[in-house]
């Protein structure tokens, strides 16, 4: 099974290993296979191993790689997406609701699938898009169109560069060996939907 290096929103549970970039910046977690492959093609250092998960094989035996770090240049495969969480979603539409335009507080906010899910609407960010609760139910399964809105800007996904955005990787638990990056891992926290 090929498993992808992008962590995206259903992925990231896939908390086996902690990555690495050059620098030492945390980039994503992937699963342990995916850890040893990179290890055994020569691309990443392993550094920190679990003392209770043993893998062995005929010629070797090892910890399970916990944290491995990258020899090379990241790839841009490798690049941290801004996670597509709701705070996120309200950071970048301004906390407005899209269609009114009104600034909603914390509370308020509802996420609205511009092409309604029961049409094919993808939960994608080009979908997603804050608003009230009067427009959500206003608009109901309808597109914008349909039920005479207007979007105040187009909805896009926020460039991994954006400082405004958290960046923070989820997971269930945190493992000792992935404590000193702590203040990069959201841990035991619900994933927001
Ligand atoms: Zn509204």
């Given amino acids: 099974m090929a498993v992808r290096l992008r962590p995206r ?17 945390p980039l994503a977690f992937v699963s342990w296979q995916r850890a040893v492959s990179l ?14 998960r043993i893998l062995r094989a005929p010629s070797f035996e090892m910890g399970l790689p916990r944290v ?4 090379n240049h990241i790839s841009r495969k490798l690049r941290l997406k801004v996670p ?3 705070r996120n979603i309200a950071i970048r539409d301004h906390s407005s609701c899209q269609y ?8 308020d906010y509802t996420i609205d699938h511009v092409l309604p899910r029961a049409r094919g609407g993808k939960s994608v960010w080009t979908n997603l898009v804050l608003a009230c ?3 959500n139910k206003h608009k ?5 169109q349909e039920a005479g809105l207007l979007l105040t800007q187009k909805p896009v996904e926020p460039s991994q560069f954006d400082p405004r955005f958290n960046f923070r990787l989820h997971i269930k638990v945190l493992r000792p060996e992935w404590s000193d990056y702590k ?6 926290v619900e994933l927001e939907k």
């Fill in 68 to 71: 491995i770090k990258l020899r």
């Fill in 39 to 52: 290890q055994w093609q020569d691309r990443a250092v392993v550094i920190a191993e679990d003392a209770e």
């Fill in 133 to 135: 609760v009067r427009c």
């Fill in 9 to 25: 929103y259903s992925e990231e549970y896939m908390s086996d290993t902690l990555i690495l970039d050059t620098s030492g910046f």
């Fill in 84 to 86: 597509m969480t709701r």
């Fill in 183 to 188: 203040a990069y891992i959201y841990w035991n």
């Fill in 100 to 107: 009114c335009g009104m600034v909603l507080q914390t509370a």
């Fill in 140 to 144: 109901s399964d309808r597109t914008p």
